[in-house]
Structures are given as structure tokens and as C-alpha cells.
């Protein structure tokens, strides 16, 4: 049975004249990596100009749309720093990519989930990761408690769904209305991508101004218990 692969590459604006991590010089390591793991390349996907600060850029959510479909079973880099820079993004991403049964590879570090030696690798990098989330929680906690018991708002941006008005959480009646409507529709079986098309077709917009993506309808929905 033939296995159906994917590449992806980037570079960011400031790259873009260092021939050894452009678009073309990734290519041709992707290329060379299917051939060698016997896949069959089926497209390569770019994101140019983008950097990794997150996950929010239009060829890797294509990618991720993909998955989600069922329409590939590995993905190829020719580098990790080139999917992202994160650690947390990049346990998100490879946890998603188990969860799909889509097997990744990367070939300057050698990275392959298909064997016993990457699959454990992929478990340290989500120790790492909730280990960086436990210790960010862990040195605010304090100030939070304090604020919270004199029933103050602690500051920052509001969670989705909310506003802070005079120091109080009160609910974003907008928001709520999209909150709803995501958990209407992971209910009846909608992907995280379908829902986030659904909802910018339906002319809704993140704070930001923007559309909805996968990984931020995702978010929202893990943070309410939806996921």
C-alpha cells in the first residue's frame, strides 16, 4: 500500500536570501527524504515570508485541514525550526499528528515517528512541554490567589466568553453565542477546521478582527472542556 506524504516548508522575511534554509534548498531535502522512506509525495506546501512565532499561518493550516481529512499518512520537513519554534506548539502539533495516525519526519534531526527511537522522543518533547506549562502556572499562582480572594479580576486579557468591566468578570453576550455554537457543532461531529469555517462563513470574528482558525477554535474548546 502506497503511503501518501506531505512537505512542508518556510522561510520568514529575514531568510529569505540565506540559501541554506530557502524554499527551493527544503524542497529538494523533502524530495530526497520520500524518496528514500519509499513515500509517495503527494505536495509540498509553503508558507513564505511567515515566521514561527505560532502556529497561524495559511499553508500550515492547510496542512492541519488536511490531516484532519484524512487525506495523508506522514509529514515532512527538511528542519523542526521550520513547523515551529515552540515546544508547547510543537507537542500540539505532534500529539495532533498521533491522534490522526499521520506519521512526521524531519530530516535534519533525523526525526521519525514511525520508529520506536522517534516515538519516544515525541513523548520527552510533551514532558517538556507540560513541564514549561507547569512552571509558568506555578510562578503566578501566587499573585493570583491574593487577587482572587479579595474578589478582584486579575488582570490581562479576559478568558473567551468574558469582559472585565469595574474589575469584574461579566459575560461577552457575543462570545458566549459563538461558545455555544462551537460545542453545537463538535457535538454533532464537526473537525475543529469545519468549525472555524463555519463560523467565519457565518461572518464571525476573532477579537483580533480575523478569521477562525483550527488551532484557535481548539484552544477555546480545550479551555471550556469542548475538546
Not at 513547523?83 to 510543537?90: E, G, H, I, N, V
Not at 534531526?109 to 519516544?120: N, P, Q, V, Y
Not at 462563513?201 to 478582527?209: D, E, F, L, M, Q
Request: net charge neutral.
Amino acid at each position: 500500500m502506497t503511503t501518501r506524504a506531505i512537505g512542508y516548508i518556510r522561510v520568514s522575511t529575514s531568510e529569505q536570501a540565506d540559501s541554506g534554509l530557502s524554499l527551493a534548498a527544503q524542497r529538494k531535502k523533502i524530495e530526497a527524504q520520500a524518496t528514500l522512506s519509499e513515500l509517495t509525495l503527494v505536495d509540498v506546501l509553503q508558507d513564505a515570508g511567515e515566521t514561527a512565532k505560532d502556529l497561524h499561518r495559511p499553508a500550515l493550516t492547510d496542512l492541519l485541514n488536511r490531516i484532519d481529512t484524512g487525506q495523508i499518512a506522514c509529514v515532512i520537513v527538511a528542519k523542526l525550526d521550520r513547523l515551529t519554534r515552540s515546544t508547547k506548539d510543537l507537542a500540539d502539533l505532534l500529539s495532533t499528528f498521533k491522534e490522526k495516525q499521520v506519521d512526521f519526519i524531519s530530516t535534519a534531526e533525523s526525526f521519525d515517528t514511525s520508529s520506536a527511537t522517534g516515538r519516544t522522543v515525541l513523548n520527552m518533547i510533551g514532558v517538556i512541554a507540560q513541564w514549561e506549562r507547569e512552571s509558568i502556572s506555578e510562578r503566578t499562582s501566587a499573585a493570583l490567589q491574593e487577587k482572587r480572594a479579595q474578589g478582584r479580576a486579575t488582570g490581562g486579557v479576559p478568558p473567551f466568553g468574558y469582559d472585565f468591566i469595574d474589575g469584574e468578570r461579566v459575560e461577552n453576550e457575543q462570545e458566549q453565542t459563538i461558545l455555544a455554537e462551537i460545542a453545537a457543532m463538535k457535538a454533532a461531529g464537526e473537525s475543529w477546521q469545519g468549525i472555524a469555517n463555519r463560523l467565519t462563513a457565518k461572518g464571525h470574528r476573532t477579537r483580533a478582527g480575523g478569521d477562525f482558525s483550527r488551532q484557535g477554535i481548539f484552544r477555546i474548546a480545550k479551555k471550556y472542556g469542548l475538546s
